[in-house]
């Protein structure tokens, strides 16, 4: 295989934590939000800065350079939780859906001309929270297949996976949540918030995806994007996805994928094509993509 090249951005930028990490600020929208650390802001608006030099107005071709730029990023799970829901703002640290969320939300802002870590901030907001509007825990999308439900109803995202060829069908009870309460620490010791999870868990749902046994298939290699969002569909009871990245064609036409890895520590272009990383996964048995709407 031939030598993918791509380039990073080293960004200096000093990473000092609050000395609360629940510390609050108002922004423009008089939402309260939560940092990492002090250079959140800096580096998001570095980013955009970044973006808006590229050139770049296509979302897919966005979405890839932004991905490139968080390479190195270190993969930290569970950045989200607090004992408050707060618009938490973390570039520093990215696990597989926050950083598909910092994607979007970077793309989003330079797709409209904006390049203030405040407008990186309401399309976190939007993209993450049902109706785009943050409550409590149970406003936050948790499962894929309503995330692109809600997100496609208010014209953020769109699902291709019914337009890939061979593409199919499951049907599957996405309730892992209220299920299993004790693995997560806002539903183990709160009842009323595990009932308000289950109004919004689905039953029988049904929803596409494309078997990994045709991810080889030189239609779908033709039919799949650079900078297409995918999440990796599980065959674990309650859960519809296991995983998410983005997809990066090499020279050859053969998709990767680039994501924020718990194995690798970090965010990272995997080494195997899409196909073949899939094959060493017992419970990851097909894909599911999405794009950014114009």
Not at 246 to 261: M, N
Not at 269 to 290: A, D, H, M, Q, W
Request: charged content about 25%; proline content about 3%; aromatic content about 8%.
């Amino acid at each position: 295989m031939k030598k993918m090249l791509f380039s990073i951005v080293i960004l200096l930028v000093a990473c000092v934590p609050h000395q609360s990490s629940q510390q609050e600020i108002q922004a423009a929208n008089t939402m309260k939000m939560r940092f990492h650390c002090d250079g959140d802001t800096t580096m998001v608006n570095q980013l955009l800065m970044k973006g808006q030099e590229s050139g770049l107005t296509d979302a897919n071709a966005l979405v890839e350079f932004y991905a490139r730029q968080l390479l190195g990023t270190p993969y930290v799970a569970h950045t989200l939780e607090a004992d408050e829901e707060l618009l938490t703002i973390n570039i520093h640290e990215l696990d597989c859906l926050t950083f598909i969320e910092s994607l979007y939300a970077l793309t989003r802002a330079t797709i409209n001309h904006r390049y203030s870590w405040r407008d990186y901030a309401d399309n976190i907001e939007n993209i993450r929270y049902r109706g785009g509007e943050m409550g409590d825990y149970s406003s936050r999308i948790h499962y894929i297949s309503e995330w692109i439900i809600d997100n496609h109803l208010r014209g953020n995202l769109v699902e291709v996976t019914p337009d890939l060829p061979h593409a199919d069908y499951m049907v599957k009870d996405i309730d892992y949540m209220s299920k299993n309460p004790s693995q997560y620490r806002q539903l183990k010791n709160d009842t009323a918030m595990v009932e308000k999870i289950k109004r919004y868990e689905l039953l029988h749902h049904r929803f596409p995806y494309l078997k990994r046994s045709w991810l080889n298939d030189k239609a779908v290699k033709a039919a799949l994007r650079s900078g297409d969002f995918v999440s990796l569909v599980t065959k674990m009871e309650g859960l519809d996805v296991s995983h998410n990245g983005i997809i990066v064609i090499d020279d050859k036409g053969d998709p990767y994928l680039l994501d924020a890895s718990m194995s690798g520590g970090k965010v990272m272009l995997e080494s195997k094509p899409l196909f073949k990383y899939l094959e060493r996964s017992k419970t990851n048995i097909g894909i599911r993509v999405f794009r950014i709407m114009p």
